[in-house]
């Protein structure tokens, strides 16, 4: 059964600074994997999904990178802003359902 | 941004009563989801679709049961609800199994 985890839980950055945000899973066996952004309240907004083939996708100041092998995946953020400030959970699909298996989230405060 | 609406948007109801809960698409897309979101275990698949009258369960189907009848439309449906059901509801979509799932904005359901 695929396990997806998210680390750090929470993490809180000043404005400006640039961060990396980690995602790791147990069956390197994925076709792609998704990051979202999920505002208060709000539902879930795709940022990028980057197919297994692929190692890196960028989408401004985004870049998502993917390491089957290790099961690992990043998203890095350069130049942070307040309005970054969210939680970002990254999925996979699997099964014959393609269903998505979601971690658990990072809640990110980026500090004025 | 996809176009996904979900109604209603928030619900109150009662024990016992029965619910269903609207996922429409304008994006002709050909899979469906239904996940609920719930602290401490993230998103899960309640059910979902491959096509019209094509549906199935997903990890958490237990007391929920699903129709799509047409291909922008796909219905969840509590049918007694208990307040374990309390939660937030996202509808999904996607063009093919391994592409890209685009979310709603969520349906918030508390049941007293």
């Known amino acids: 059964k695929q396990e997806v985890t998210q680390i750090p839980a929470a993490l809180s950055v000043p404005e400006g600074e640039n961060l990396v945000l980690n995602c790791s899973f147990t069956d390197s066996a994925i076709y792609n994997l998704q990051w979202f952004r999920q505002d208060p309240g709000k539902g879930l907004t795709s940022l990028l999904l980057?197919?297994?083939?692929?190692r890196e996708q960028t989408s401004g100041r985004l870049n998502a990178s993917l390491d089957k092998s290790s099961g690992r995946s990043t998203l890095y953020i350069a130049a942070s802003q307040p309005g970054d400030s969210a939680t970002y959970l990254c999925a996979v699909p699997g099964g014959s359902n393609y269903k998505l298996t979601f971690g658990k989230g990072t809640l990110l405060t980026v500090n004025p | 941004d996809a176009g996904i609406t979900q109604s209603p948007r928030h619900k109150v109801t009662e024990t016992g009563t029965p619910v269903t809960l609207r996922c429409h698409q304008t994006e002709n897309h050909r899979y469906m989801y239904w996940y609920r979101q719930d602290p401490g275990h993230g998103l899960r698949l309640i059910h979902y679709?491959?096509?019209?009258?094509?549906?199935d369960k997903g990890e958490v189907s237990d007391g929920y049961s699903v129709s799509r009848s047409k291909t922008e439309d796909f219905l969840l449906t509590l049918e007694s609800a208990t307040s374990s059901q309390t939660s937030v509801y996202f509808c999904a979509i996607s063009l093919s199994g391994l592409y890209e799932q685009y979310f709603g904005p969520g349906t918030r359901l508390t049941v007293t």
């Open positions: 679709s491959y096509g019209v009258k094509d549906t």
């Open positions: 980057i197919q297994s083939s692929q």
